[in-house]
């Protein structure tokens, strides 16, 4: 089910992916509401999506997760191969992509079912990503720097890793701490481990792991080593004091090397 919106004087070349047609219509409405959007393709399955995609040009794939065949992330995985990879916004009634969908470069996470306005706001994020020309440095710091779905005020948005300042365990879930506040994302404290290692974010604690250029002090108390992080003092496990204590001495002896 492949078809063109009507012209708009709007510059966003779009394409609506979803099995169900009912979600894919009530989609597709909205989209050509939007004065951004110029041309909309519909598609109702990957292989439709890519046929699509092999006739022309699209800026932003709204894309729904579970559908039969290729799913929603096995098709964004294949996107991001392309050498002008379109913007992914994905669109689902589930929560528990969120942690791939960051993984991914998603632009958005839009939760159904969908409202205009969210919608609208989706589209202001794919504007805002890519209307900027794309200077390899930008490109550079934007892969440095991924984005995490969360919840808020009732819809999700994507917060910067840069704001991340220390994450909690929360049994299956992660609680990150920020300047701001914290909020929690479906994701283990050991993936996140994992993931952000190369990014500066070190375990000290089977239930915590923090940004360590934001450790103000280590401290020894009573109970064993805490660190001090935004006036939090977090609990330090002796399986890893050593390689925490090594950790800040090379980042002293780099920071006085400069």
């Known amino acids: 089910m492949t078809g063109n919106g009507a012209a708009t004087p709007g510059f966003l070349r779009v394409l609506a992916v979803d099995d169900e047609p009912p979600a894919l219509d009530e989609l ?11 041309r909309l393709h519909t598609a109702g399955d990957a292989t439709e999506a890519l ?16 559908m039969p065949g290729l799913d929603g992330m096995e ?23 969120a ?35 794309a200077h390899p440095a930008a490109l ?5 720097d991924p984005t995490i779905p969360i919840e808020l005020a009732g819809s999700t948005r994507m917060l910067p890793r840069s704001a991340v300042r220390w994450v909690e365990a929360q049994g299956d879930y992660a609680r990150l701490h920020t300047a701001d506040g914290a909020h929690l994302v479906r994701v283990s404290l050991a ?4 993931r952000w290692a ?15 250029r934001l450790i103000a002090e280590l401290r020894l108390v009573n109970s064993g080593y805490v660190v001090v992080v935004d006036s939090s003092e977090l609990p330090v ?15 002293v002896k780099q920071e006085w090397s400069r």
């Open 140 to 144: 550079a710091r934007a892969e440095e």
């Open 75 to 97: 098709l964004a995985r294949v996107l991001r191969r392309f050498a002008r990879p379109p913007a992914i916004v994905f669109v689902t009634a589930y929560d528990d992509g």
């Open 28 to 38: 597709a409405y909205h989209l050509r509401t939007d004065p951004r959007v110029a």
């Open 198 to 212: 190369d990014a500066g974010f070190v375990r000290i604690h089977r239930s915590y792991l923090v940004q360590l």
């Open 99 to 133: 942690a791939d969908a960051f993984d991914l470069g998603a632009t958005d996470y839009v939760r159904k079912p969908v409202r205009a306005e969210r919608l609208a706001e989706a589209l202001r994020r794919v504007v805002g990503s890519r209307v900027v020309p």
């Open 51 to 66: 046929r699509v995609l092999r006739d022309g040009d699209v800026d932003v794939v709204f894309l729904d997760i579970r």
């Open 237 to 251: 496990s002796r399986r890893h004091i050593r390689e925490l204590k090594d950790k800040l001495v090379r980042a």
């Open 191 to 194: 993936t996140l481990a994992e």
